[in-house]
């Protein structure tokens, strides 16, 4: 069998393999894995990628650490541009691969001035179509002490609204907090007798803006003593933060298991989505390293692009998302990706880019205004 029917062969059975492995647990003959061994020795991307997949389609139950493997699949054979030459139009096993981790991802938005919103049906409906349109299955939630704090009433419409974003396909409901006063109201919420809850809780402290080193060390534990407190008081909610430029050692312990957090939000303020990956880069690869270290298994990365045009600083990407009806955020997401993949020298399998988070809703709502 030359090469060339090989890959075809390699190609039509992986995927084929890749379509039907979330159905049924599937194995191979040990005769044909060792055939298949020999022939792609050379290839050792092509081999670490199909041992990958395979070691993916043998876990049952825990769908996030499948979507792992299958993502150091796409990253390896990104790298060695492996492709399916069976015709023009089939896709390589990377895009194949591609294609089922995108079923899973996350897109989320900020709703900033939520207050404003909730309770003026006009304007919650004009929210969810903004939700609908812009595929968002995960939101953040800004202005919630003050909805909280304003009653029953206040705490019934915001019950339902959270049912009604459940309803249009959203996953993910957060309410962010950034500190013990914002979480007891948070906590207040969440335990009384109304149907509609938060799923998650968002943890916001920019303790790498302190100055001081000592200012930062008290900000920062005092930030890890919120975060635990959440995990321990209420521990059906999933957790998850943000960042911006912590060091190694904030890292660790924040990345610890002990902590708890499921989603880290990594913020990537550019202008020019051609320097989006770079801007975060090494952030990327420093949480790679601790988490190949670690015993955390679950932590899903998400960098936040900001939609913002209205500051002097020009560092989002508001302006290009209006330069050109073709930038969407579908272009900036694989944009980033794309880069990713291939500057990524990933050193664990647990280092997956989840999903992107967008800041904000009237930021976004004004430039879809805008095309």
Known sequence: MNAKIFYIFISIFITSFITTFFLSNISFASEERNRVEKRIAKDSYFKLAFDYVESASKIKEDLKKRMLYLHRAAILLNQQKVE?????????????????????KTRALYINRFHKILGDKDQEDLLIRCIKGLDINAVSIYDLTTIIDGGEKKAQALSDFIIKLKKNGVHLVEAIVGN????????????????????AINVEKE????????KRQYVFNDYLKLLKR???????LSLSTYIGFPDDNELTQLISS?????????????????????????????????????SNESLEILPIFSAENDTNENIFMGKWLTQKRGNTLEKAEKTFIDQFHQHHPCQSYKTMINGFH??????????????
Not at 84 to 104: G, P, W
Not at 180 to 199: C, V
Not at 230 to 236: D, G, V
């Open 207 to 214: 303790f790498w803006n302190e100055k001081v080193l000592e």
């Open 84 to 104: 399916d030459k069976k015709d023009k139009k089939s896709s390589t096993l990377a895009d194949i691969i591609e294609q089922e981790l995108n079923k899973h």
């Open 230 to 236: 959440i995990k321990n008081e209420l521990p059906t």
């Open 358 to 371: 967008y800041f904000s809703y009237t930021d976004i709502l004004n430039i879809v205004s805008k095309i």
């Open 180 to 199: 013990e006063s914002a979480f007891e109201m948070i906590k207040k919420f969440q335990t009384n007798k109304l149907e509609g809850k938060f799923n």
């Open 258 to 294: 002990s902590i708890g957090i499921d989603r880290l939000y990594v913020h990537c303020y550019v202008q020019d989505l051609k320097n989006a990956y770079s801007y975060c880069q090494n952030r990327i690869q420093t949480l790679d390293k601790l988490l190949a270290k670690s």
